[in-house]
Structures are given as structure tokens and as C-alpha cells.
């Protein structure tokens, strides 16, 4: 069987013949799993269900889930390549029982499958099961033609399945094997295919195994493996999945003039590349985009792992687009048509990434080349700390390259030493996990979701936002020392759902006539809502009254008051979002991809994939084309549509965001059609001015615009208007039939400035190259070796940090052998010729004169700086090169 051919035989399966609900994949985003990066198996998106099957829309479900294991706790990066079945991406074909049927069924089905619609021999199939579960073995030897002497008994390392170390659902699995009768491979010769596990327990946080009411079957197969198998091949990338992409790599080789063989085994770089085209399209697909943290900064190692795999293959331009094709040819069945419907916007990032990191990479290789024939490294063959930290943290070279190339010198690097250098910045990828100011309180937020507190949204109606009577549902203080509470109400006309619009603010009134703020709004689980309280009248230390804690319990009523004039500024910049997007998709030509957004009251930023800045004559294009659209006074339709419908429509799509079946699309008619569920203007003129204040770059192939629309657009023009008039008046810049005044007058100055410039630098140039006032202090310094040096006192009143950077050049131009010590004032600098100098480093040279005299200081190889504790620390420089 073709791939194709074996996910419709697997759905249709278990639909036709079974019953089971058909539920399409999921992101690679798990957006209800906040401790796992990615998707990395076919029950990630039913887990509550498991915990609760109750609440479970079916009771028997199967899928084909996209599944990424490239980061997080489980990571095949490293390996791919170099066996026949690691991979970054896969698919896991599943089928799932929410309470439905348990083993018997199970067993049953998965055998049936495959050795009579797969038709696997059934001599060549053994199964484990835990020694202890004695009736998944009955069941197996009950099945035709497994003997006994292929059902293995395993203990709980291999037989019993827990979603990690903490408390939830588990149970015992039975896993199905397949023979490869390749003897050379020992225990390996057999090869795992198909996991049934029956979740009949719950794991309580002191360890302790509670029997389930229900108990749960959660079963998962690797389509790759069993392509493989079916299709009689010794590894995944002999299979049809993987075949159209390396016939379009050898063609692109071949192109290329680079030399290319049909065995896709003879190097690991050839199955690194096309395993990587996959992984990488369909993490930009779902939304991801490169940076230099979590998702992103996987999805760029995973980029930039092909292209070294490239370059070690001959290629020296990017390629990988070029690929992209012989990627859809795989696809052909159909099965993702966001391949082909997003192809122009995942090619966009992946070129992007390939122009930046080619020039990245020949950069690190010039830098690591040298280190693999330093001397004094040759000995211990490790490359120090520092420069692999400075090849990822100054150049963006990803480590594991660094340790890869290394590794095929025979070297290795101190990765300890690194990780600490790293520190900081794995901090900031952390940070980007935590939940902000309501942490306390998410850890609670699971009880309010199983009690099954689910409010309703009633903030998109502007009658609502004043005066509206809600009860409560739920509420919990937040125990972080504010006295603040959280509530869940219903209905809830503030707006906390996220897409990148600030939460609403503004006040509750209770029942006993208090009032209460409300500071935050969030949403803490799927389809929950949440409001930050605080008392406007608290007493000392945040102390409530009991009157007003028993008026904010459940079942009473509140009245709600929502800041209308923020709400109505937020909902300004939110709809001029949507009409940036439109106006950048206009003015570029090609289509963009949203990497983020941020709306507040009084701005917006935009984040969005393009790899060169947005030059001054687009910048107004693009506000030329919003202010007149906006004045055309078009006014939003806002409906609910299945999603599918809502994408065939033509509506754009955040990729990164989780949608429903049913989606709310923002139509602004011929303008602007976006899923979105953030609250917007009921006509385009309130957007009117738009003012875009800002554009820059956010990442490599990441642009970032800000903007300000309506009044706060108007507050900034006016701002501008009376600088531009006090300029005017200051300058006595006069408009005249010359042009303006003050644009003549700023370019006059400008070439005023650009000669003073030039003169300025021949002055410090002539001064450079002045003869000293005195001769230098000459002698020898230990530093683990002696080496002859100078010290050079510098005219103080000279304040250039140009003057003394170059005098320090020329110093050590013209006397290499020395070490060079440049001193003014407290100020000190070390210069040192490398080439002479190949065992000494400037910035450890002067921390260790400044270890002995007093001082603090670090730098670069050839040039560092520094100062000194006290005036007597040159006194003391002078006998430390006196006596080394």
C-alpha cells in the first residue's frame, strides 16, 4: 500500500466499520497543554478527555495527528540522519475510546487491522504486555495466530504508560511488533509499530494508583514505521513518503553541478534535508515563525541543521525552496491542503531564514577554522566555552552545529561551561511560558474548568457594556499578598480572549453597594473567562470587609461597567490591524505572515514576516492607502461561519491561533476579511488618522511596524506640528518658492555638519599620529608567560573614544612585539598583535593587571578596556613592569 492508500484504509476503518468519529489533526501548537512545546502524540488534543471523559463530545474518535519531537522533553533532533526512524515530523495514526470499549475491542481491532486490511503475515507480528496484566494476555492468546510463545511479558519500564512524572491518568499498554529478520540488528530485529494503552488507573500526587470509573483507550502507530513495514523497506526514508523529495533533491544537485548519488543512504545529510523540509513547512504552516527563543528558535535550528547538511552536500546558495515542491509531490493525495494553500508564505520564511544563515554560516566556519589550529588547543582538542557561546550568541550559530562540526574534527566543547553562558538567555525563553500576574491562580484554574464554570461573552454588544446584571460563578482569591480576587461571572461583557488585544478594564458593583475595580481580564483554560478584581475602598493591608467577600461568592448578583472610551480606543487600533495587514499584503506584492500583534488603546504593534526593511515611499503608500480607505466609511460585517467555509471565503487566518468548527469572521467589505474575535470600530472613519511611528526589525526575516489611529494618531500629529512650528521659528526657517524651510534649512545644517565631520576626523587622525609628550614606560609583564611591554600616557583632555582606539591601532602597528597599556586619567586600555601575539588574549591580559594593581576591565582578543581603582594603580603598574 501507498501512503495515501494507508491513511484512508486506517480512517476508514475504524469509521465505516467501527463507528468511531473521524477529528482532524490538531496543531503542532498544543494550545491546551502548556507543558509540552509541541504535539508530540495523537492523544495530546482529547488529554482532558481522559481526565474526564464525561465531558468528552464522542466516546470513540480517530485521527492522523501531525506530531513534532524536536524539542522539549522529547527530542529526536540529533538523531535524525543518522538511524533508519528518527524523525522530527511524523504522523500518528490513532483511534481513542472515551469509555466506549476497553481491551477486548482494542486487541481485537488493531489485529484485524493489521493482518487483514494491511494483511501483515501473522508469523512475523509478537506483542508485549505487562507481566501483571493478566488479561491483555488472554486476550492476545486468543487472538488467531499469535502463539504464546509471542506474547512477552514486560515489566513497567516498557509496559505501563503515564503522561510524565506528575499525577494523572495511566495504565498498562500493550505494544505490537513487527519481525524484520535482520539478525545483525539484535533485540532490534524487531521493530515496535503499534502502542494500545488503557488508561483504567489515576496516578495522585503522592504516587498512589486509584482505579478510573472508566477506563480509557489511547493507541498510537507511526505512519512512517508502518509504510515502511508495508511497503517491505529496511528504514522510513526508502518509503513513499520520503521518495518524491529525494528525486527532487538529486534533480537540484545534479542542477547545481554537485555531484549526487540515487543511494539515499550513502550520507546522513541527503535524509536531514528532506526530513527537515517537512518539520520546518508544517511548524510555519501552524503559525511558527524563527526567533531566538522556544518554538521559534527550535523551528530555526531545524532550518538551519538543513542548510549545513546543504552545504556539507555542495551547496553554497539557498535551496530549500526549490525543494518545496517535491515536498507537495509527497502531499499529492490531498490530505493537507494548507501545503498548498500557504506555500508562498512558508517558502517566503524559509528563504528568509536560508539568505540569512548562508552568510551565518561561512561566517562561524571562518571562526571556528582558526580554533581547530590554535596550538595550545590541539592538545586538549576542545573548543573553549566562549567562542562556541559567542558563534550562537553574537552570530545566531546554533551550538549543536558547533558540536557537530566539531565532532567530525575529532574535538569536542565544553557544553557545561556553555550552558551557564547560556543561562540568561534560557531564562528569557522560560519567561515566555509563565502566565503573568494571575500565576497564582492558574494553578487553581482546573478545578473552576471540571466544575464545569464556562461563561458567555457578551461584550461584543455596546448596549451591554454599562450597567449589565451578571451572577457569579466562581471566585477564588488570588493568595499573592494584593487581596485582589478573581471572578468568573455570567454573562461577562469584558473582553480578556486574547488575539493580541489588551484586556478591557473598568468596575463592578456589588450587591451591597460596593464598588470594585476590575485591573485584568484573562482567560485561563479554553472557553473560560476571568476577571481580576480589587477593592476601590480597601482598608489597611489590602483588608476586605466580610459584607463585600460574601456579596463576590457564588450565586450573587454584581452590576458591570466597562471603560467604554479604552474599550472604544482598543477597538480602533484592533480594526487598523486589520487594515495594515491588508495594506502590507497591497503595497509588498506578495503575501505576508502575521508573527504577532499587540493592540492597546493608544497604539499597535504589528510583527510580520518580510526580510528587508519597508522603505519611506511604501510607508506612505501604506498610510496614503489606510486614511483613504478609512474615510470611505466602511462598516465591519461581523457573522459566524464554519471554519472551512470561512477559509474557502477567503478570510486570512493567524495560523499560531486555535480555532473552532465554527469561527467569527471580520468582514470589512472589499477591504479586509480576517477571522478574529477581538472587538472592532462599527464604522472604518473612527480609525481615521493613521500614523505608522515605527518600523523595524524583530528577527531575522521578522518586521515589526507600530502605529497610532483617531485621537491618539491626533494627540502625536499635533505633538509633531508644534515641534515642527517651534523648529521653524527657532531656525528661522522660512518657506520659501525654493521649497520648505525647514527641510532646507535641516539639509544645509546636515552638510554642515557632514564637513565639520570631516575635518574633525583629519584633526584626531594628525593627533594620532603625534609624537607622545613623553617617551613610554618600558619593561616586562607576567602574564603565564613574559612579554615585553609599554605603557603610554595620553593627553586626558582628548575626549574621543575614537582618538584612543586608534592610537592604540597605530601603537601596535608599529610595535607589535609589545604588549601595549594606553593610560588617561583612571581609564586604561590594552592592544595587542594578535599574530605575534597568538597564545594572549587583551581582555585576560588586562584582568590580570588589574587583578594585581587594582581595577575592573574586560574586552575583545586584540583591544580591551578598563579602569583603574585609584590614581595609585599606575604607580603600581610601573613596578609591576619593573619586576615581572
Known amino acids: 500500500m501507498t501512503t495515501p492508500e494507508l491513511r484512508k484504509e486506517f480512517t476508514e476503518f475504524f469509521v465505516k466499520e467501527y463507528g468511531h468519529v473521524p477529528v482532524k489533526s490538531s496543531s503542532l501548537i498544543p494550545h491546551n497543554d502548556k507543558s509540552l512545546m509541541f504535539t508530540n502524540a495523537g492523544m495530546v488534543q ?111 519500564k516498557d509496559n505501563f504508560w503515564t503522561m510524565g512524572e506528575g499525577a494523572g491518568p495511566c495504565g498498562p499498554c500493550t505494544e505490537i511488533f513487527w519481525d524484520t529478520q535482520n539478525d545483525d540488528l539484535g533485540e532490534d530485529r524487531w521493530l515496535e509499530i503499534w502502542n494500545l494503552v488503557f488508561m483504567q488507573h489515576y496516578r495522585n500526587d503522592q504516587g498512589q494508583l486509584e482505579n478510573l470509573p ?12 508502518l509504510a515502511s513495514v508495508v511497503q517491505s523497506k529496511e528504514n522510513n526514508y526508502e518509503t513513499d513518503v520520503f521518495g518524491p523529495m529525494f528525486d527532487g533533491l538529486h534533480k537540484i544537485m545534479i542542477d547545481a553541478g554537485i555531484e549526487s548519488s540515487r543511494d539515499i543512504n550513502a550520507t546522513p545529510h541527503k535524509k536531514i534535508i528532506v526530513d527537515h523540509l517537512r518539520a520546518m513547512s508544517f511548524l510555519i504552516a501552524d503559525g511558527v515563525i524563527p526567533s531566538n527563543v522556544g518554538r521559534g528558535y527550535v523551528l530555526r535550528r531545524i532550518i538551519r541543521r538543513a542548510l549545513r547538511s546543504g552545504n556539507q552536500l555542495g551547496f553554497s546558495k539557498p535551496f530549500m525552496t526549490d525543494l518545496y515542491p517535491s515536498f507537495l509531490d509527497s502531499l499529492k493525495d490531498g490530505v493537507y491542503p494548507d ?51 559567542k558563534l550562537y550568541d553574537t552570530f545566531g550559530f546554533p551550538l549543536d552545529l558547533t558540536v557537530l562540526i566539531a565532532e567530525e574534527r575529532g574535538w569536542t566543547v565544553d557544553l557545561v561551561e556553555v550552558e551557564k553562558l547560556r543561562q540568561k538567555q534560557q531564562e528569557q525563553g522560560r519567561a515566555s511560558w509563565r502566565s503573568g500576574s494571575n500565576t497564582v491562580f492558574l494553578t487553581k484554574a482546573l478545578e473552576w474548568k471540571e466544575q464545569g464554570v464556562f461563561p458567555t461573552f457578551s461584550g461584543y454588544r455596546r448596549e451591554l457594556l454599562s450597567g449589565q446584571s451578571s451572577n457569579v460563578l466562581a471566585a477564588q482569591s488570588t493568595e499573592d499578598g494584593t487581596g485582589d480576587m478573581i471572578l468568573s461571572i455570567e454573562p461577562c461583557p469584558f473582553y480578556g480572549l486574547g488575539g493580541g488585544q489588551t484586556p478591557d478594564t473598568g468596575s463592578i458593583k456589588l450587591a451591597n453597594g460596593s464598588e470594585w475595580r476590575v485591573v485584568d481580564v484573562f482567560s485561563p483554560y479554553e472557553r473560560g473567562l476571568a476577571i481580576r478584581v ?103 460585517v461581523i457573522k459566524e461561519y464554519p471554519l472551512q467555509k470561512a477559509i474557502d471565503m477567503g478570510s486570512i487566518a493567524v495560523f499560531s491561533e486555535k480555532y473552532g468548527d465554527v469561527v467569527r469572521v471580520v468582514d470589512f ?65 522660512y518657506t520659501t518658492s525654493a521649497g520648505n524651510g525647514l527641510d532646507l534649512k535641516v539639509n544645509k545644517m546636515k552638510d554642515q555638519v557632514a564637513d565639520i ?4 576626523s583629519r584633526i584626531i587622525d594628525k593627533l594620532v599620529r603625534s609624537p607622545p609628550a613623553a617617551p613610554p614606560k618600558r619593561g616586562q ?9 609599554q605603557i603610554h600616557i595620553l593627553d586626558p583632555e582628548i575626549q574621543d573614544a575614537d582618538y584612543y582606539a586608534k592610537k592604540a591601532n597605530l601603537l601596535k602597528e608599529l610595535a607589535p612585539e609589545s604588549v601595549h597599556v594606553l593610560v588617561w586619567n583612571e581609564n586604561v586600555v590594552v592592544a595587542l598583535d594578535q599574530k605575534k601575539h597568538p597564545l594572549l588574549h587583551a581582555g585576560k591580559v588586562l584582568k590580570t593587571v588589574l587583578d594585581k594593581v587594582g581595577g575592573k576591565g574586560g574586552g575583545q582578543p586584540q583591544m580591551a578596556r578598563g579602569r583603574f581603582a585609584s590614581e595609585a594603580s599606575l604607580q603600581q603598574l610601573y613596578e609591576l613592569v619593573d619586576n615581572p
Open 781 to 789: 609583564l607576567n602574564v603565564g608567560t613574559t612579554v615585553p611591554v
Open 214 to 225: 472508566v477506563v480509557c483507550v489511547d493507541t498510537g502507530m507511526g505512519l512512517e514505521r
Open 534 to 636: 480589587q477593592a476601590a475602598d480597601a482598608g489597611p493591608e489590602n483588608a476586605m470587609s466580610d459584607e463585600d467577600l460574601v456579596c463576590l461568592q457564588k450565586g450573587f448578583q454584581i452590576t458591570t461597567f466597562v471603560d467604554t472610551e479604552r474599550r472604544d480606543a482598543t477597538a480602533a487600533h484592533h480594526s487598523a490591524t486589520h487594515m495594515l495587514n491588508a495594506a502590507l499584503r497591497k503595497t509588498l506584492g506578495k503575501p505576508i505572515m502575521q508573527a504577532g500583534s499587540l493592540v492597546e488603546p493608544d497604539r499597535l504593534r504589528f510583527d510580520f514576516t518580510h526580510g528587508k526593511p519597508i522603505d519611506q515611499a511604501q510607508i506612505r503608500e501604506i498610510e496614503d492607502w489606510i486614511n483613504a480607505t478609512a474615510l470611505q466609511s466602511v462598516k465591519p
Open 46 to 156: 482529547f488529554k482532558d478527555y481522559f481526565r474526564n471523559p464525561a465531558t468528552a463530545p464522542f466516546k470513540q474518535a480517530t485521527t492522523i495527528q501531525k506530531c513534532m519531537r524536536a524539542g522539549g522533553k522529547h527530542n529526536d533532533l540529533d538523531n535524525v540522519g543518522y538511524t533508519p526512524r528518527h524523525h522530527t515530523f511524523f504522523e500518528m495514526l490513532g483511534n481513542f475510546s472515551f469509555g466506549e470499549y476497553s481491551k477486548s475491542k482494542a486487541i481485537q481491532m488493531a489485529w484485524r487491522f493489521l493482518t487483514q486490511v494491511v494483511k501483515l503475515p501473522k508469523d512475523r507480528l509478537r506483542v508485549t504486555v505487562l507481566a501483571s496484566d493478566q488479561e491483555s494476555y488472554d486476550l492476545w492468546k486468543n487472538q488467531e495466530g499469535i502463539p504464546e510463545d509471542r506474547i512477552i511479558r514486560c515489566d513497567e
Open 757 to 760: 565631520s570631516k575635518q574633525y
Open 339 to 389: 501545503m498548498v494553500a500557504r506555500q508562498d508564505s512558508i517558502k517566503g520564511v524559509i528563504h528568509q531564514e536560508e539568505e540569512i544563515f548562508m552568510s551565518t554560516l561561512s561566517k562561524g566556519l571562518a571562526l571556528l577554522e582558526p580554533i581547530f589550529k590554535q596550538k595550545d588547543l590541539v592538545g586538549s582538542k576542545q573548543v573553549p566555552a566562549e567562542i562556541a557561546f
Open 669 to 733: 467589505p472589499k477591504v479586509s476579511m480576517e477571522l478574529c474575535g477581538g472587538t472592532h470600530v462599527e464604522d472604518l472613519s473612527r480609525i481615521y488618522p493613521f500614523k505608522i511611528l515605527s518600523e523595524g526589525s524583530v528577527a531575522a526575516g521578522t518586521r515589526r511596524i507600530e502605529a497610532a489611529v483617531g485621537t491618539a494618531a491626533t494627540r502625536i500629529l499635533i505633538e509633531q506640528d508644534r515641534m515642527v512650528s517651534r523648529l521653524n521659528q527657532e531656525l528661522k526657517a
